[in-house]
């Protein structure tokens, strides 16, 4: 798996936060919710259950122009780290294999009981009824539907990896989620991935994630 410097992905999320405040301030932005939320990973060892969490912050905004229009979203925070009982470390990374802005979305995920009057609500609306929702922790489904006819399944867990010496951050490499035990030994595998609304402040500068700040895949 090829990996590709964060600096890339850091001017880009630059450059939107940038462009959104200057439509805003240009009255062509319709600000959307802005939240923190919490992301847990859950490990069963054979130690017992092992977990990690970091707090992210959405931004969001949906442009409102003649010619264009949609809404865009950016994040920023840390990589989960997981300890596990022999003194290696799994990461959970801040995007996944099929969207690179998956983290921008992880808490519309999980799917909430239906409701007959969701169609009549504001988009304020339906993010407090999400919010609410959201005030317990969630699972985070392994599998979404995507395209423009939400007719496409996609892999909707973050990257996972590892490093064979956290001290190297060449020695970086994806972990398969739903075969850890290979990586890991026998009895190690994924239990669950939960996102929850916060007011928590936004992790930063875990000495642990510091060797992933500047490799992604």
């Known amino acids: 798996m090829r990996w590709r410097s964060q600096r890339a992905v850091s001017t880009y999320s630059f450059l939107l936060a940038a462009a959104l405040t200057f439509l805003s301030a240009c009255g062509v932005v319709e600000s959307g919710p802005n939240y923190r939320y919490r992301l847990t990973v859950e490990v069963d060892t054979p130690q017992g259950l092992r977990s990690g969490s970091s707090v992210v912050a959405v931004k969001c905004g949906a442009v409102r122009l003649p010619a264009m229009g949609g809404a865009g979203c950016h994040a920023r925070g840390e990589a989960v780290a997981v300890d596990l009982p022999d003194g290696r470390t799994l990461f959970a990374l801040l995007h ?31 993010w407090q009824r999400r919010a609410q929702f959201l005030a317990q922790p969630r699972e985070v489904p392994r599998k979404v539907k995507f395209g423009k006819f939400g007719n496409v399944l996609v892999d909707n867990y973050p990257i996972f990896a590892t490093f064979a010496d956290i001290g190297d951050p060449a020695s970086i490499r994806a972990v398969n989620p739903d075969a850890l035990d290979s990586e890991f030994g026998a009895g190690v595998r994924l239990k669950r991935i939960t996102v929850q609304v916060t007011e928590d402040t936004v992790t930063k500068k875990n000495q642990k994630t510091t060797a992933v700040a500047s490799q992604y895949v």
């Open 96 to 126: 996944g294999t099929s969207k690179v802005d998956l983290i921008n979305y992880l808490a519309s995920s999980p799917a909430m009981p239906v409701s007959d009057d969701n169609d009549s609500l504001s988009r304020e609306q339906q």
